[in-house]
């Protein structure tokens, strides 16, 4: 059943529901900016860029099966999509807002029909109609056309093709020539946009990387028509043949202004990120494969990465991606496991590809395996590990894994371990948990429902311990001033706010709150203080500025004492009059007192002798 996606789905809004607040508000500045690079539409519902923020990075999305998933490889790893995925998603909205509308998608058959139907379908249709429809539809497509040929080919005649058709042996040379004439000289500055402006800054950079693109260009198209073609042992081939020649470019013909670190690397680097927003490696994939090819392509895998010829930097991790994605094909998956069994490969590395695999086989066991080895360095498997227990209903595994998950990533799991677990059933983590929650959202109602579960010892050391973080970073003040007033702890409730430079607690307004506390348990030691802070703040204490946030700060800190602490009003107003007659021309400090009633509007001001001087 056809729906339209676009229009019930696929909105502004539904960016701000993928993502938070502060998320949306960066993503809508880079797609403001015109950071959202090569925007194209690779299929009906895919689109895919390279948005620059910090870096640049592959952002990826689909349209179907009524939700939206977007892809990056960017490192964000919190609340809901990252700032380039929301840009890609408004560039998308601002680019193809006329065709979105008429976006249609077709409900999956339920699991198990597809086949069936085609069966039936292809059954009453007769010989010649069948023909028809192959004709035109390798007519439609050279790539359909070669995998077609491929597939019906005798496995004599599979490899037919020579190494020179598809430039394999001439690949490494051609690409050292071709990267070694580059020239980053005077032309490459002069030939820029802004070469008027004299203004270099990254333009040159990002002109010779355009340079770069532009020379690899040629050979990424050779390697998309093999693997579009279902020539995937040649693709392969190409792929390690050519990342070993880039990497071994040693210069181009000039860089006069060094703009290369190691030319090398930096072509590497660029290579993969060109092939990988052109879709790489999962084009590969796109093609129907003869079995044998398949094979046969698996066999030279296994065999280079047993005994590799030549390796780059990051070798195994550039190779992951593409092991991933032959992982996660139905009919290379089975065989992928016993083609690698020789290839020396990172524990990490075999965990993930068992993982992949296990996904789809499918094979819970090795899937959990999988997941359980990389538990402690993965929080997005972590995730996956503890939403499969959850649904198992495994207790004992789901209590395991939360409580190793939680030791990395406390943060991201201590909700979900509130939410899922009761005290009575997780205590020791429970109470982890909250206390956890309890310090990092300077939460009082958390501290009220964690008192409870802890003994006398717990609730003192929880306390010291909030005081002693707000103390060195001078976060979360109000929260321990009322922890320490809460327990009855009054000299190191005295201790703790005096301790403090008040015009450095952020947010202000929790130095007021903490002062409120100590005004009402030890209204005089407060009082003694402010006599002599407020003057010395004034006279540049902690390197206080004059100016009307201070003094409305000591104005609020005077009122605050006053109405928290009334017997303390008579000196309070004493205070502020002298505050007034010390610093008879900081007009500012007299308008502040005077909005917090501590001065009568109409004070006369007597004249000072000179060597008072303010603003």
């Not at 696929?10 to 993503?27: M, V």
């Not at 040159?204 to 050979?219: E, G, Q």
């Not at 094909?329 to 993982?355: F, G, N, Q, W």
């Not at 802070?533 to 104005?555: F, M």
Request: proline letters at 6%; aromatic letters at 8%; hydrophobic letters at 45%.
């Amino acid at each position: 059943m056809a729906y339209d996606i676009i229009a019930d789905m696929f909105t502004r809004q539904t960016l701000r529901r993928l993502a938070t607040n502060k998320i949306f508000a960066r993503g809508e500045e880079l797609w403001a900016a015109g950071t959202v690079k090569k925007l194209e539409r690779t299929a009906p519902t895919r689109f895919a860029a390279r948005v620059r923020g910090t870096y640049s990075y592959q952002t990826l999305a689909w349209l179907a099966s009524g939700e939206v998933e977007f892809s990056c490889d960017c490192p964000y790893e919190f609340e809901g999509i990252c700032k380039h995925a929301v840009a890609l998603g408004l560039a998308i909205l601002d680019t193809y807002a006329d065709s979105l509308g008429n976006l249609t998608t077709t409900m999956p058959p339920e699991a198990g029909s597809l086949t069936p139907a085609l069966a039936a379908a292809w059954a009453v249709c007769s010989d010649a109609d069948k023909l028809r429809f192959l004709e035109q539809a390798l007519a439609k497509s050279d790539d359909l056309a070669r995998q077609f040929l491929a597939y019906g080919a005798a496995p004599a005649t599979q490899s037919v093709r020579s190494e020179s058709e598809d430039g394999l042996d001439t690949l490494a040379e051609r690409l050292t020539d071709t990267l070694s004439a580059l020239d980053f000289g005077e032309e490459l500055w002069e030939r820029h946009d802004a070469y008027n402006t004299y203004d270099e800054g990254d333009v040159l950079l990002t002109s010779a990387l355009a340079d770069v693109d532009d020379a690899l260009a040629p050979f990424i198209a050779e390697l998309l028509v093999l693997a579009r073609g279902g020539q995937l042992t040649r693709a392969l081939r190409y792929w390690a043949t050519a990342c070993a020649a880039v990497y071994q470019v040693e210069e181009p013909a000039s860089d006069e202004y060094s703009l290369f670190d190691d030319y090398g690397e930096d072509l590497l680097r660029q290579w993969h990120e060109q092939l990988q927003g052109a879709g790489w490696p999962n084009v590969l994939l796109a093609a129907v494969l003869p079995p044998a090819e398949l094979k046969a392509a698996l066999k030279w895998l296994g065999d280079y990465l047993t005994k590799p010829p030549a390796q780059w930097p990051e070798f195994e991790a550039s190779w992951l991606p593409l092991l991933l994605a032959l992982a996660a094909d139905t009919a290379a998956a089975p065989l992928l496991t016993k083609a690698l069994s020789k290839a020396p490969l990172s524990p990490e590395t075999r965990a993930r590809l068992t993982l992949q695999t296990a996904r789809t086989i499918p094979d819970d066991a090795a899937w959990t395996e999988a997941a359980e080895t990389l538990l402690p360095t993965d929080a997005g498997v972590a995730q996956q590990l503890l939403y499969f227990y959850l649904s198992q209903a495994d207790r004992p595994a789901l209590l395991r894994a939360a409580s190793s998950a939680f030791t990395t990533w406390p943060d991201r799991f201590g909700d979900f371990i509130l939410n899922t677990f009761t005290p009575a059933q997780a205590p020791d983590l429970y109470r982890a948990a909250l206390r956890h929650r309890a310090l990092a959202n300077h939460s009082l109602p958390d501290f009220e429902q964690l008192r409870p579960l802890l003994k006398p010892d717990a609730i003192t050391g929880f306390v010291q311990h909030a005081a002693s973080r707000a103390a060195t970073t001078h976060h979360g003040v109000a929260f321990a001033a009322a922890l320490l007033a809460r327990e009855g702890l009054t000299n190191a409730l005295r201790d703790f706010v005096l301790g403090l430079e008040w015009t450095r607690i952020h947010p202000p307004q929790h130095a007021e709150l903490a002062l409120q506390h100590l005004a009402e348990t030890d209204p005089t030691s407060l009082m003694l203080a402010l006599e002599t802070r407020l003057p010395a703040y004034l006279n540049g204490r902690a390197n206080a500025k004059r100016g009307h946030v201070l003094y409305e700060q000591l104005a609020r800190w005077l009122a605050v004492v006053r109405h928290a602490a009334p017997r303390l009003t008579e000196p309070a107003l004493r205070l502020a009059q002298q505050l007034r007659e010390d610093y008879p021309t900081l007009y500012g400090l007299r308008d502040a007192l005077r909005q917090v009633d501590l001065l009568p509007t109409d004070t006369a001001v007597p004249k000072k002798q000179a060597g008072r001087r303010g603003r």
